[in-house]
């Protein structure tokens, strides 16, 4: 069965500090992945997704970027955080070119900037 | 734009009783429709998803969900809710052929079950 990783589960940060995050996923190959961020445990909103190796898509400009060094892993990066940046962020994969395929979340990663 | 509406931020029901999630879509073309079901400090698990056929749709742990073109609607069901169903619950619209499968989600409704 497909599972998917994300850590560390919790991070805390000074302002200007970098960022690494990751996610990996087992027992599927060439997933679609996704960074998301959740603000105020609400809505969600899509960072980055990726079809393929070294293929980022952003969805909107920010002090972030992603990158897909491997093809079952996925890292959410910062050079330097902002306040703003705190939130709640989940990585999703979905099957290969799975148009009615669910996404499949990882238990997320809180980011509290001070 | 293909957007999905949750219009209630919170449902309150008494355990054992029926409980229905609201959700509507607006998109053009046929939508594929999900559930999904997030408990505190944990990502979104699937529940259920409508793409063709039998407009009602069974899923996980008792939930169920009726696609209603007519009044673009996709409502979350369940017979007899439970305490342990009390969670945050998305709807989310993804339209076919687009490319990768990109969700919009719903901006939640908290389900509150009392004993």
């Known amino acids: 069965s497909q599972t998917i990783h994300q850590w560390p589960a919790t991070l805390v940060q000074p302002v200007g500090s970098p960022l690494s995050l990751e996610c990996t996923v087992e027992g599927t190959s060439n997933p679609n992945l996704y960074w998301y961020r959740q603000a105020a445990g609400r809505g969600l909103q899509l960072l980055f997704y990726?079809?393929?190796?070294?293929?980022i898509s952003s969805e909107v400009p920010q002090n972030l970027s992603a990158s897909r060094p491997q093809d079952r892993q996925f890292i959410l990066s910062s050079k330097k955080l902002l306040l703003s940046d705190s939130g709640f962020y989940l990585c999703?994969?979905?099957?290969?070119?799975?148009?009615?395929?669910?996404?499949?979340f990882g238990d997320g990663t809180r980011l509290s900037i001070l | 734009a293909q957007s999905v509406a949750q219009p209630e931020d919170q449902v309150n029901v008494a355990e054992g009783n029926p409980l229905t999630v609201k959700c509507t879509y607006s998109v053009s073309g046929n939508p594929y429709l999900f559930w999904y079901v997030q408990y505190p400090n944990r990502g979104l698990q699937f529940l259920l998803k409508y793409i063709t056929g039998d407009n009602l749709v069974k899923g996980s742990y008792g939930f169920e969900a009726e696609f209603n073109k007519s009044q673009t609607s996709f409502h979350l069901k369940k017979p007899s809710a439970l305490v342990s169903d009390s969670a945050l619950y998305f709807c989310?619209?993804?339209?076919?052929?687009?490319?990768?499968?990109?969700?919009?989600f719903g901006t939640g409704t908290r389900l509150l079950v009392s004993p």
């Open positions: 990726s079809v393929g190796i070294g293929q």
């Open positions: 999703a994969w979905s099957k290969e070119g799975g148009d009615s395929q669910p996404q499949h």
């Open positions: 989310a619209v993804r339209l076919p052929n687009t490319g990768f499968q990109k969700l919009v």
